[in-house]
């Protein structure tokens, strides 16, 4: 068995059953191990998948700018990592633009079709019913990948490539088709099952008889291919209308879904202001609703600036804990608050307010765990898994890309819509199907994030860059659902606080609280005496996956320094 694949069934053993059922856990968590840092002089790509990020340093390389090195990494991940990278699914990217000292970010976050009510994920006594929005056609969300990768392509693109060109390497890893190994076939091996149930998705991920591929098998991709070209040759209407759009609508609603024509017609990539925080000096830039991310990282952040973590030192019980105390009171806060803010009114000024940070530091007890009911009374049980992906981007001109995109789960709802080699996402379960019931990571919401038409649901995605004096020192992010947040305030802290290199930082055991259920999860590579002393203070400490692949770049005097995540296999930090 191959060691990542025995680890993840460890850890799989430490999950409930109703999620160990569901099949959705990632291989997200093996144990710590330093990310090989990568130098290099002019640009860097620290992805998921070495071909992408091979793909991405190649544009850089002829004289492409970050965005176009991103798209086409983007595109690139849709074919070689097929359970996060997507056409069929959507996510944020964050761009920073020295030359005009602007930063910006581009929201692709899928929509609820139409014809969504506040009622669609309920059964008939009106319970959540998670079968509904996890693995049906109502669960899946209007795509916003292409029109993301597009805009991104023709605002803040370089120029020097046409689109077709950033697809070009996509289309040829399509049709040449991909090996079985790393990361695909971990995650097959896993979870396969979730895609042969759908004959239009064995037919490309399984054998003739039903089975996955596996080891030695080659992935080929030609309804894809064909997809991407239709994009290379007339742009993003080729997906959102004629006859690629009416192949997604048909796989929708052959899975009992509402979307329709129109809503992939009506789709728009959003261009929005990125969140601002400061940090000890730093400018924390990341994403804004309809992502909690950016939001949740920033407070935590103000919170933790007013403790002395440095001088409690790096991965010490005394700094855990109140890393700890903030996630709890974050993520109560994005219970109560957010949604998406073209819908709902979040109230962004307060919660990344230096002042509203220090109320809620003055409730932290550095000694003591504070029981999560006391922050508001609410108790559920743990979900996780299912997976994302994060890419960080630099070029030569200082501009800089983090960017995270998804289908949900591990290859989405696992469907493909027949004829177009698109998997599906399942993203409407981040959705609070109703107050109170906990999504696929256990996360919790209000009225803020419930299902309503065209509305965005709630994201965990966090792609961030980190300024010194107005210029990127660190672009990161990460996958894990609920754990993103918690794993890019790591990344963050471990290199501010603890002056850790982006290897180390990246490669630290991290730890994860997420308010409800009430109790830490910490990755199996923290010291068991760490764990005591965090019980020591009271707190309820599981060993799991934490944490998701956080691919950086940290911008030195040296350097650019890449590190992919060694947590999954076949990530690569690749520069020239
Ligand atoms: O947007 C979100 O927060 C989730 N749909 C992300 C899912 C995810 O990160 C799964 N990764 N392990």
């Not at 998406?340 to 550095?366: C, E, F, G, H, W």
């Not at 107050?435 to 919790?444: D, I």
């Not at 980190?466 to 990344?491: E, Y």
Request: glycine share 10%; hydrophobic share 45%; proline share 7%.
């Amino acid at each position: 068995m191959p060691r990542l694949v025995s680890i993840a069934a460890v850890l799989i053993a430490f999950l409930p059953a109703s999620l160990a059922a569901q099949d959705a856990a990632a291989p997200s968590s093996r144990s710590a191990q330093a990310a090989p840092a990568v130098l290099a002089r002019h640009g860097m790509v620290a992805s998921q998948e070495k071909r992408a990020s091979e793909i991405g340093v190649d544009i850089l390389r002829r004289g492409g700018n970050a965005v176009d090195a991103a798209v086409a990494v983007g595109f690139a991940l849709a074919v070689t990592l097929p359970r996060a990278g997507n056409l069929g699914g959507g996510g944020f990217m964050l761009v920073h633009l020295s030359r005009r000292h602007q930063s910006i970010a581009i929201d692709y976050r899928e929509t609820a079709p139409a014809a969504t009510t506040s009622d669609v994920f309920l059964d008939q006594n009106g319970e959540a019913d998670p079968a509904r929005s996890r693995d049906s056609g109502l669960g899946v969300g209007v795509p916003g990948t292409v029109a993301g990768l597009a805009l991104a392509h023709r605002r803040y693109g370089s120029g020097r490539f046409t689109l077709a060109e950033l697809i070009a390497p996509a289309i040829r890893l399509a049709r040449a088709g991909v090996p079985v190994e790393d990361d695909l076939l971990d995650t097959l091996t896993l979870l396969g099952g979730r895609l042969v149930r759908w004959p239009s998705s064995a037919r490309i991920f399984g054998h003739a008889d039903g089975t996955p591929l596996t080891a030695g098998d080659q992935l080929m991709q030609v309804d894809l291919a064909e997809t991407l070209e239709a994009i290379a040759r007339q742009g993003p209407s080729a997906f959102y209308r004629g006859p690629i759009a009416d192949k997604l609508v048909a796989g929708v609603r052959t899975a009992g879904g509402l979307m329709t024509r129109e809503d992939l017609r009506d789709y728009r990539a959003v261009v929005r202001p990125p969140v601002h925080g400061r940090y000890r000096g730093r400018t924390i830039l990341s994403m804004s609703p309809p992502s909690s991310g950016g939001v949740h990282l920033v407070e935590m952040l103000n919170i933790l600036e007013r403790f002395p973590l440095r001088s409690l030192g790096a991965g010490s019980p005394a700094a855990l804990h109140l890393m700890i105390e903030a996630m709890k009171l974050a993520y109560a806060d994005r219970a109560e608050y957010l949604g998406d803010s073209d819908m709902v009114n979040v109230p962004l000024t307060r919660l990344l307010s230096k002042r509203y940070a220090a109320t809620l530091a003055a409730q932290i007890d550095p000694e003591r765990a504070r029981p999560a009911r006391d922050i508001r009374p609410d108790s559920r049980a743990l979900h996780d898994g299912a997976n994302t992906t994060h890419f960080s981007v630099v070029d030569r001109f200082g501009n800089a890309v983090a960017n995270t995109y998804s289908l949900n789960f591990n290859y989405g709802l696992g469907l493909v819509a027949d004829g177009t080699g698109v998997l599906l996402n399942n993203t409407l379960d981040d959705f609070a199907a109703k107050p109170g019931a906990p999504n696929a990571f256990g996360l919790v919401g209000s009225a803020a994030n419930a299902p309503g038409p065209r509305k965005r649901p709630l994201s965990s995605m966090t792609p961030a860059i980190v300024l010194a004096r107005g210029r990127p020192v660190l672009v990161t992010g990460a996958p894990g659902g609920s754990r993103i947040i918690t794993s890019v305030l790591q990344v963050i802290v471990n290199t501010i606080d603890f002056a850790q290199p982006v290897a180390e930082a990246v490669a630290a055991p991290r730890v994860h609280h997420q308010w409800m259920p009430d109790h830490v999860v910490v990755e199996p590579g923290l010291a068991s005496a760490t764990s005591e002393a965090l019980r020591r203070r009271g707190h309820d400490v599981r060993i799991g996956p934490a944490a998701g692949s956080a691919n950086s770049i940290a911008v030195t005097p040296a350097g650019l320094v890449g590190a992919a995540d060694a947590r999954v296999r076949g990530g690569l930090a690749a520069g020239y």
